[in-house]
């Protein structure tokens, strides 16, 4: 029983172009999410996060949008670029946050 | 140091023996996270420590699995009379105390089962 879905386990986009990597959820509680990018070999990094409280959060090439009611999240990278191919991973975390539960993670190649 | 770190980086075992590995979290960060990701699969939370104590074990995938952590800092992980299905990367991270704080991953240690 997964609370934290990613559907795509891939995505390839051309250089350049926009990466959109989607996550959902069924909890409602959760109240904070974050995205995660991982190398092989290495530990997850975090990238950016969002409060419930917003709908949209930006930094630099990325930004995050929360769709509450449909318990939807979605990370945008513009402009992708070759260095971004990584495993992608949502996690949420309910009020308290003592425990992240993440998604499955979905693996994007940008193409040069 | 500056970051998490673990050891050993990799370890392979025989079937049933014991191994206990070791996370060292970013100095200051009294909240630890264990996770494994097996292959294929998604990040699998095992426990967390806020300070030295452990609320929250039910993340444990049986009772061979066991954590702790002293001095607020280190802890290690043992699995004990390990399994194929143990074969994972299990990754440790840190924030700086319990709730919505970024966590800060280690590298892994990879174990293999044989």
């Known amino acids: 029983d997964q609370q934290v879905k990613q559907n795509s386990p891939s995505l390839s986009v051309q250089e350049g172009r926009i990466s959109i990597l989607n996550c959902d959820y069924t909890?409602?509680?959760?109240?904070?999410f974050l995205w995660y990018k991982k190398y092989p070999a290495e530990g997850p990094t975090f990238l950016i996060s969002?409060?419930?409280?917003?709908d949209k959060n930006e930094d630099g090439r990325f930004t995050v949008f929360l769709n509450k009611s449909a318990k939807h999240l979605s990370l945008h990278i513009v402009p992708s670029q070759p260095g971004d191919s990584a495993v992608y991973f949502c996690?949420?975390?309910?009020?308290?946050?003592?425990?992240?539960?993440f998604g499955p993670g979905t693996r994007l190649s940008v193409l040069p | 140091g500056a970051g998490v770190s673990q050891s050993p980086s990799n370890k392979v075992t025989e079937k049933g023996k014991d191994v206990e590995l070791r996370c060292d979290p970013i100095?200051?960060?009294?909240?630890l996270y264990w996770y494994r990701q097996s292959l294929g699969q998604g990040l699998e939370f095992l426990i967390y420590?806020?300070?030295?104590?452990?609320?929250?074990k039910s993340g444990l995938p049986s009772d061979r699995f066991s954590a702790e952590r002293t001095g607020g800092s280190v802890s290690t992980l043992t699995i004990q009379r390990t399994q194929q299905e143990d074969s994972a990367v299990y990754l440790c991270?840190?924030?700086?105390?319990?709730?919505?704080?970024?966590?800060?991953f280690g590298p892994g240690t990879r174990l293999t089962v044989t």
């Open positions: 420590f806020q300070g030295n104590s452990a609320p929250d």
């Open positions: 991270a840190s924030s700086l105390s319990w709730g919505p704080y970024e966590q800060y």
């Open positions: 909890n409602s509680m959760f109240d904070y």
């Open positions: 100095s200051g960060h009294t909240a």
């Open positions: 969002i409060s419930s409280i917003k």
């Open positions: 996690a949420a975390s309910p009020p308290g946050g003592q425990n992240f539960v």
